[in-house]
């Protein structure tokens, strides 16, 4: 067997490595590399050994350069571990991948793919010929390539080459490969153009489809991800007080009034955890009433205003919701607008989970009015399922989160750069690196476009509706509240037959608030299904079915019941 004195193994041998003076780590490393299919063990051999050096153990055929095709597979096994077809991927969509039936050969060639360009990546990125940096101007890169979001989704083949052609352009770091595998992509914070250009390039371009999704015209205005949708709140509470008081971000709280935030009495718990976070306290959160379908009501919103300012309090902020929690219920937001219009104030939209409606030419009109707020609240991540974790913090106003959040650390954000420093995103967020979490999102995007996203979204809220049907006459079954929801969350109890001949007293809650906790602790043991369970108010324990897989069909709501069902019955 070689020695390991080039390649993966010669980086850190200079400084006295005790691996790589070890060719047994690099054997076993081989070893296990070899349960890759494809080729890609040998691939990653080649990478640890050095060029044109492998292994004889292994049996690993394939050189790094190959580019010979395998043939198609004709075995029954599944998932099966045979090197996979030559596939056309230019006739290729995402719907044509897993869970797509008979997705399996295609799914596992085109992750293949996937690993070969990321090896190719870490390969050229430990060449010590290679560029640092394949420098372009922001708007050289803008037009070089169209890196625009559409309706119509794009090809496999294209897909692959939105990944080559995103890593072109990347840092060539020499080192950090463990992460450029493990995170996807590649590990680069976003703050400066010159240290992740394409990245912040896509943000620029995501953000600005979003702002359009949401009635901003021409997507107007400014925007960032963050670590999540409790810190997007945080975030339009922080813009909405700078832009009442200004003077807070040097002389604090003490030199501004008494402000106080109102919010839904269903809405997120974050929205009370930044007001404690800004010292702002979460007394001065004042909780709204909302219906029995749990949707703020206007006219205890207006009456509460009034209340506050007559106190000598300050408003300053409205959080509305679209999309609860809970009840998944969509404040009215035509009508709080008009309010905070009226007195002055701040309009925030918590949108993390209803957001993704916009998507739906079907079901966006439940967002009438989000287009009014100054700063919405959006979590790909949850009903777009994007992968953990992408959430956008989205405000009308440009430039006012840079003039919040600014601090001119002159070491980092130098003034005399020669690019357009309006790409230089990290002044205006509270962290300076922040993670990539926009890649995933416009990836999937140029992958369903907008008519993918939508139909997904569709299915999901079909299928809340077949769940409700099913169950909203059903002997055993009763709904937390009358109609149709409104998103994909259906409430309900199940009632076991020991309970259903009880008349409605308090001995009955008091039984009924222990079911659904036993049945999914039940569900759980047997490792069949899980559902969420919750009070609310004056409400016992309720379960909380939200569908937002769009791989679920009607078989298993049915299951679901039955389960529910089974699991119930003895109590």
């Given at each position: 067997m070689a020695t390991p004195g080039s390649g993966f193994w010669s980086f850190g041998s200079e400084e006295g490595s005790g691996d790589a003076e070890n060719p047994g780590t690099a054997k076993a490393f081989c070893q296990a590399a070899q349960k890759f299919t494809g080729g890609i063990g040998t691939k990653l051999c080649a990478l640890l050994y050095g060029d044109g050096e492998k292994p004889?153990?292994?049996?690993?055929?394939?050189?790094?350069?190959?580019?010979?095709?395998?043939?198609?597979?004709?075995?029954?096994?599944?998932?099966?571990?045979?090197?996979?077809?030559?596939?056309?991927?230019?006739?290729?969509?995402?719907?044509?991948?897993?869970?797509?039936?008979?997705?399996?050969?295609?799914?596992?060639?085109?992750?293949?793919?996937?690993?070969?360009?990321l090896l190719q990546y870490v390969v050229k990125s430990f060449d010590r010929s290679t560029k640092v940096i394949d420098?372009?101007?922001?708007?050289?890169?803008?037009?070089?390539?169209?890196?625009?979001?559409?309706?119509?989704?794009?090809?496999?083949?294209?897909?692959?080459?939105?990944?080559?052609?995103?890593?072109?352009?990347?840092?060539?770091?020499?080192?950090?490969?463990a992460e450029i595998l493990l995170s996807g992509i590649a590990y680069y914070p976003v703050f400066t153009y010159e240290i992740a250009p394409v990245f912040v390039l896509l943000e620029y371009v995501t953000l600005r489809k979003m702002r359009e999704m949401i009635g901003w015209p021409g997507g107007c205005g400014d925007g960032i991800f963050s670590p999540g949708g409790a810190i997007s709140n945080m975030y339009a509470m922080l813009i909405a007080r700078f832009k009442m008081f200004p003077e807070v971000k040097e002389k604090g709280m003490a030199a501004i009034p008494r402000l106080v935030?109102?919010?839904?009495?269903?809405?997120?718990?974050?929205?009370?955890?930044?007001?404690?976070?800004?010292?702002?306290?979460?007394?001065s959160v004042i909780l709204i009433r909302c219906d029995e379908r749990g949707k703020i009501i206007p006219s205890d919103l207006e009456r509460r205003i009034i209340e506050a300012k007559q106190k000598g309090?300050?408003?300053?902020?409205?959080?509305?919701?679209?999309?609860?929690?809970?009840?998944?219920?969509?404040?009215?937001?035509?009508?709080?607008?008009?309010?905070?219009?009226?007195y002055k104030i701040w309009m925030h939209v918590d949108a993390a989970w209803g957001g993704g409606l916009l998507m739906s030419r079907k079901h966006k009109w439940k967002l009438n009015g989000v287009e009014r707020a100054n700063s919405v609240t959006w979590n790909p991540h949850k009903m777009m399922g994007v992968p953990l974790q992408c959430s956008a913090l989205l405000v009308r106003e440009e430039g006012l989160m840079q003039s919040c959040n600014q601090?001119?650390?002159?070491?980092?954000?130098?003034?005399?750069?020669?690019?357009?420093?309006?790409?230089?995103?990290?002044?205006?967020?509270?962290?300076?690196?922040?993670?990539?979490?926009?890649?995933?999102?416009?990836l999937m995007w140029r992958a369903k476009g907008t008519t993918?996203?939508?139909?997904?979204?569709?299915?999901?809220l079909e299928l809340a509706e077949y769940l409700y049907n099913k169950i909203k006459n059903r002997?055993?079954?009763?709904?937390?509240?009358?109609?149709?929801?409104?998103?994909?969350?259906?409430?309900?109890?199940?009632?076991?037959?020991?309970?259903?001949?009880?008349?409605?007293?308090?001995?009955?809650?008091?039984?009924?608030?222990?079911?659904?906790?036993?049945?999914?602790?039940?569900?759980?043991?047997?490792?069949?299904?899980?559902?969420?369970y919750q009070p609310l108010g004056d409400k016992v324990n309720f379960f909380r079915m939200v569908i937002s897989n769009p791989a679920a069909s009607h078989q298993d709501i049915d299951f679901l019941i039955e389960e529910i069902e089974r699991l119930g019955q003895d109590l």
């Amino acid at each position: 067997m070689a020695t390991p004195g080039s390649g993966f193994w010669s980086f850190g041998s200079e400084e006295g490595s005790g691996d790589a003076e070890n060719p047994g780590t690099a054997k076993a490393f081989c070893q296990a590399a070899q349960k890759f299919t494809g080729g890609i063990g040998t691939k990653l051999c080649a990478l640890l050994y050095g060029d044109g050096e492998k292994p004889m153990e292994t049996g690993a055929k394939e050189d790094l350069g190959s580019t010979e095709k395998t043939p198609a597979c004709t075995c029954n096994n599944k998932p099966c571990s045979c090197q996979k077809a030559d596939i056309n991927y230019a006739f290729l969509h995402s719907t044509d991948l897993l869970p797509a039936c008979n997705g399996e050969i295609t799914t596992l060639s085109f992750l293949q793919d996937v690993m070969d360009i990321l090896l190719q990546y870490v390969v050229k990125s430990f060449d010590r010929s290679t560029k640092v940096i394949d420098f372009h101007y922001p708007n050289e890169l803008l037009q070089e390539y169209n890196w625009e979001l559409a309706d119509q989704p794009q090809t496999l083949e294209e897909i692959l080459l939105n990944c080559r052609t995103t890593l072109k352009y990347a840092i060539k770091t020499g080192n950090r490969h463990a992460e450029i595998l493990l995170s996807g992509i590649a590990y680069y914070p976003v703050f400066t153009y010159e240290i992740a250009p394409v990245f912040v390039l896509l943000e620029y371009v995501t953000l600005r489809k979003m702002r359009e999704m949401i009635g901003w015209p021409g997507g107007c205005g400014d925007g960032i991800f963050s670590p999540g949708g409790a810190i997007s709140n945080m975030y339009a509470m922080l813009i909405a007080r700078f832009k009442m008081f200004p003077e807070v971000k040097e002389k604090g709280m003490a030199a501004i009034p008494r402000l106080v935030a109102f919010t839904s009495e269903h809405s997120h718990f974050s929205v009370k955890k930044g007001a404690a976070a800004l010292g702002i306290g979460t007394d001065s959160v004042i909780l709204i009433r909302c219906d029995e379908r749990g949707k703020i009501i206007p006219s205890d919103l207006e009456r509460r205003i009034i209340e506050a300012k007559q106190k000598g309090f300050v408003p300053f902020l409205v959080s509305a919701t679209a999309g609860t929690t809970v009840y998944g219920a969509f404040d009215p937001l035509l009508a709080i607008a008009d309010i905070c219009k009226k007195y002055k104030i701040w309009m925030h939209v918590d949108a993390a989970w209803g957001g993704g409606l916009l998507m739906s030419r079907k079901h966006k009109w439940k967002l009438n009015g989000v287009e009014r707020a100054n700063s919405v609240t959006w979590n790909p991540h949850k009903m777009m399922g994007v992968p953990l974790q992408c959430s956008a913090l989205l405000v009308r106003e440009e430039g006012l989160m840079q003039s919040c959040n600014q601090m001119h650390a002159s070491y980092l954000f130098q003034q005399d750069k020669h690019y357009d420093l309006s790409y230089d995103t990290g002044d205006k967020a509270l962290q300076c690196g922040r993670h990539v979490d926009v890649f995933k999102l416009w990836l999937m995007w140029r992958a369903k476009g907008t008519t993918g996203f939508e139909a997904q979204i569709d299915k999901c809220l079909e299928l809340a509706e077949y769940l409700y049907n099913k169950i909203k006459n059903r002997e055993g079954y009763e709904m937390v509240f009358d109609g149709k929801p409104q998103h994909t969350n259906v409430c309900f109890w199940y009632v076991p037959p020991s309970l259903r001949s009880m008349e409605d007293n308090e001995e009955r809650m008091n039984c009924l608030l222990k079911v659904a906790p036993v049945i999914k602790a039940r569900m759980m043991e047997y490792g069949t299904t899980m559902v969420s369970y919750q009070p609310l108010g004056d409400k016992v324990n309720f379960f909380r079915m939200v569908i937002s897989n769009p791989a679920a069909s009607h078989q298993d709501i049915d299951f679901l019941i039955e389960e529910i069902e089974r699991l119930g019955q003895d109590l």
